[in-house]
């Protein structure tokens, strides 16, 4: 049976090019704002009417997405994950919970947009959601991406609970063709891979890339520092396979960013911050923008940081030295000859002194670069390529520092390969 479904993924990618996803969006990461890992499936708006999964909740992020410099950054998203669905009517359209979303989804929809926004909304490629309300099954693909459509949605994400691996592989397709038929530019946020693994043979990458703007390759993230090192080790493993897929128009998707949470320090904030823009992840907060400290807003906020996630390219990075120390250090490739540079701490106990030159990490020979220091804001001058540097990282912290050559002292043309 595995053989027969393999097989079926691979006649699919002899068809699939009238399928294929051609909307031109999402040429560098989304970034933006999705409900489930702060909210999760909480409906009951009579006990917590402030943070169930409402129009409510829905209105007052976007109103923090507008009103606190989030949207003018780039973090233009506002997405509905699960459980805002209320059933489907009598000639089978998805309609919203008539409590909690009692104006409908094109409102929603007209509010974000109202605000410079764009809305997000979350079905699934099954006969149930993840947490049990009506899925999307084959026979309703094109009746719910017209849905969509009609309510002005900007992004879909397809999860993939409660299906067979041969409703996925032909499910997928099905939407990216049904959205594109729509004639509205829709993103669409796949699920497919992580419910076959994540890896080859079972999932066939180039087939997703040109089906998916973004997707799910891995576990859910929770609101811990071991769920997120978690997901940083899966991808670090598969890089050979993960990093070469990815680019404009088309995402890996190793999940949301808990900053502003409760499970990670200040520390380790910054490192999902700085680990997840050298991946060139989407930029999706889950979390209580009404609430979130000054000190998680100017992580999000990070001017440099964002320039670098956004960074047109759209080359991911890649883990390139690993220490017994426990330091890795990860570099990503950017416009106009600079980098991004991330120097990882696994360690527990106290801030290490790391000891490297940028010969070391791979960079050009006989080169002069300067650059900033993304977090703390200090420059970095006259630094050639064979001089050594330290930089002292804490417990389960990054430095992470952007660099662009200034001058070329001509002895070689060496070019980097990592």
Not at 375 to 396: A, R
Request: net charge negative.
């Amino acid at each position: 049976m595995p053989r027969l479904r393999v097989t079926l993924v691979l006649l699919l990618a002899l068809v699939t090019q009238v399928l294929m996803l051609e909307n031109g969006l999402l040429q560098t990461p989304p970034m933006g704002w999705l409900a489930w890992e702060r909210f999760r499936c909480n409906i009951d708006c009579d006990q917590d009417p402030k943070n169930c999964i409402s129009e409510q909740l829905f209105m007052e992020m976007a109103d923090r997405l507008a009103q606190d410099g989030w949207r003018d950054l780039g973090y233009i998203y506002l997405n509905i994950d699960d459980c805002w669905i209320g059933g489907r009517d009598a000639s089978g359209r998805l309609i919203p919970d008539p409590q909690r979303f009692p104006h409908g989804i094109a409102f929603l929809a007209d509010y974000a947009h109202s605000l410079g926004l764009k809305l997000g909304i979350y079905e699934d490629m099954g006969k149930m959601t993840c947490m049990g309300y009506p899925g999307t099954t084959l026979d309703k693909v094109e009746l719910d991406a017209q849905t969509f459509a009609e309510w002005k949605v900007d992004m879909l994400k397809l999860d993939g609970c409660y299906s067979t691996d041969e409703e996925r592989a032909e499910g997928y397709p099905k939407m990216a063709a049904a959205l594109n038929a729509t004639g509205r530019p829709i993103a669409f946020s796949c699920s497919w891979p992580a419910y076959e693994g994540g890896l080859p043979p079972k999932v066939n990458y180039t087939l997703i890339a040109n089906i998916c703007n973004l997707w799910r390759s891995y576990d859910d993230v929770q609101d811990s520092w071991k769920s997120v090192v978690s997901i940083l080790d899966w991808f670090v493993k598969h890089q050979d396979i993960l990093q070469p897929v990815a680019g404009p128009g088309h995402w890996n998707d190793p999940d949301m960013l808990v900053i502003g949470n409760f499970g990670l320090s200040f520390e380790e904030s910054r490192a999902q911050m700085a680990l997840w823009t050298i991946l060139a992840a989407p930029l999706f907060m889950s979390t209580d923008l009404r609430t979130i400290s000054p000190q998680n807003i100017d992580i999000l906020q990070n001017l440099l940081m964002i320039k670098i996630n956004q960074d047109p390219l759209g080359i991911p990075g890649r883990r390139i030295f690993k220490s017994k120390s426990q330091i890795e250090v990860y570099k990503r490739h950017l416009s106009n000859e600079a980098s991004a540079l991330v120097f990882f701490s696994r360690r527990t106990d106290m801030p290490y002194h790391f000891h490297s030159s940028l010969l070391d990490l791979k960079f050009p020979r006989s080169r002069v670069y300067e650059g900033q220091n993304v977090f703390t804001g200090d420059v970095i001058s006259g630094l050639k390529t064979e001089n050594n540097f330290s930089v002292v990282i804490n417990p389960s912290g990054v430095v992470m520092w952007y660099l662009y050559p200034i001058q070329s002292l001509g002895f070689s043309s060496e070019t980097s390969q990592l």
